[in-house]
C-alpha cells in the first residue's frame, strides 16, 4: 500500500486530521520488480556474449599472428603440413564465431517475428553430413554413430542446417566425449531427425524450461554458452511446422528428436515471440 494524505487544520491552527488515500500498488511494485530482474538477465547476458565471442576471436587472432611472423622470420617457406593445421585451426575459430552471430540475429528476426522460411528441394541426409564436416577437428571420426536413411524434400536447408549444427553442438558440449548417435529417418510425410549423447543428462526440473532463452543445462560456470541454441532450434522447427522433444536422464545422456514434414509450405509465417513469464528470469 501506499499512503498518501494532506493534514487539515482548524482556523486556530489545530490538526483535525488527515485526508487522503491508500492504493493498493502490488502491481506496481511486481512490474519495479520484474523490470529489475530484466535489466539483471540483461546484463547477465552481455556478459556471457562477450565472452563467448572473445574466447574465439582470441583463438583466431593468435593463429593469424602465428602464421605472419613465421612468415616473416622464415622468407615465406613454411611447412605445408604446419601452415594446413593452423589454417584449419583458424577455420573452426571463424565458424564458432559464425554460428554464435547467427545466433544473436535468430533472437531479434524471431522476437519480431521474421524469421523468413524459403524451401527448396533437399537431400537432408546431405545436409547433416555437411554440417559435421564443419565440426572439423572437433569432433572425432569413431565419436559419431551415424544411422541414416537417404531422405529428400523440401525444406528451408539455412534453417534445417542451423537446427542439426544446434543440436550436435550441444551434444558434444555436454556428450563427455562419448559416443553421439545421429539417426535420419523418413516417410511419406515426415523426416525424423534424432541427436542421442550418453553424457550429463538433465535433471526433469531443468527438462521442464530447457527450450525457453537463456537456460542451460547447468550452470555457466561449468559449461559456456548463450543458453539460446535449443530455443531457437525449439523456434525454427516449429516456425517449419514441426515438433522437437527431449527424453533425458541424469548421468545417462539425452535425447533430442525433431520431426519436420518432408514437404514444406512455401511460407509459414512467424509469429512475433512472446516470453511466456513475466520476465527473463530464467537466466542461470
Known amino acids: 500500500m501506499e499512503s498518501l494524505g494532506l493534514p487539515q487544520v482548524s482556523a486556530a491552527g489545530e490538526l483535525l486530521g488527515y485526508v487522503g488515500v491508500s492504493p493498493d500498488i502490488t502491481e506496481r511494485k511486481r512490474a519495479e520488480e520484474s523490470l529489475q530482474q530484466s535489466v539483471l538477465a540483461r546484463d547477465e547476458f552481455l556478459s556471457v556474449a562477450s565472452h563467448e565471442l572473445r574466447n574465439p576471436l582470441n583463438a583466431l587472432q593468435l593463429q593469424l599472428v602465428g602464421l605472419h611472423r613465421a612468415a616473416e622470420e622464415r622468407g615465406g617457406l613454411l611447412d605445408k603440413d604446419w601452415v594446413c593445421a593452423r589454417v584449419s585451426q583458424a577455420t573452426e575459430d571463424v565458424g564458432t564465431l559464425v554460428r554464435l552471430v547467427h545466433n544473436l540475429l535468430d533472437v531479434a528476426r524471431i522476437t519480431a517475428g521474421r524469421l523468413d522460411l524459403e524451401p527448396e528441394a533437399i537431400d537432408f541426409d546431405a545436409v547433416v553430413r555437411t554440417v559435421l564436416q564443419r565440426f572439423g577437428q572437433q569432433v ?22 542451423q537446427v542439426v549444427t544446434n543440436l550436435i553442438s550441444n551434444a558434444m558440449k555436454y556428450g563427455e566425449g562419448k559416443p553421439i548417435d545421429i539417426t535420419l529417418r523418413g516417410d511419406e510425410d515426415t523426416v525424423y531427425f534424432s541427436v542421442a549423447d550418453q553424457g550429463i543428462g538433465i535433471d526433469p526440473e531443468r527438462q521442464k524450461h530447457l527450450f525457453e532463452r537463456f537456460v542451460r543445462a547447468v550452470p555457466r560456470r561449468q559449461y559456456g ?27 545417462v545422456g539425452s535425447t533430442f528428436s525433431v520431426s ?21 528470469q530464467d537466466t542461470q
Open 140 to 161: 572425432s571420426s569413431d565419436q559419431i554413430v551415424l544411422d541414416m536413411q537417404p531422405v529428400t524434400g523440401r525444406c528451408d536447408r539455412l534453417r534445417f542446417e
Open 260 to 280: 519436420l514434414p518432408r514437404i514444406a509450405a512455401t511460407l509459414i509465417d512467424a509469429q512475433p515471440w512472446k516470453d511466456a513469464s513475466p520476465q527473463m
Open 225 to 251: 554458452g548463450f543458453g539460446l541454441g535449443l530455443w531457437i532450434a525449439r523456434e525454427t522447427v516449429t516456425a517449419m511446422g514441426g515438433q522437437i522433444t527431449l527424453v533425458s536422464e541424469p548421468r
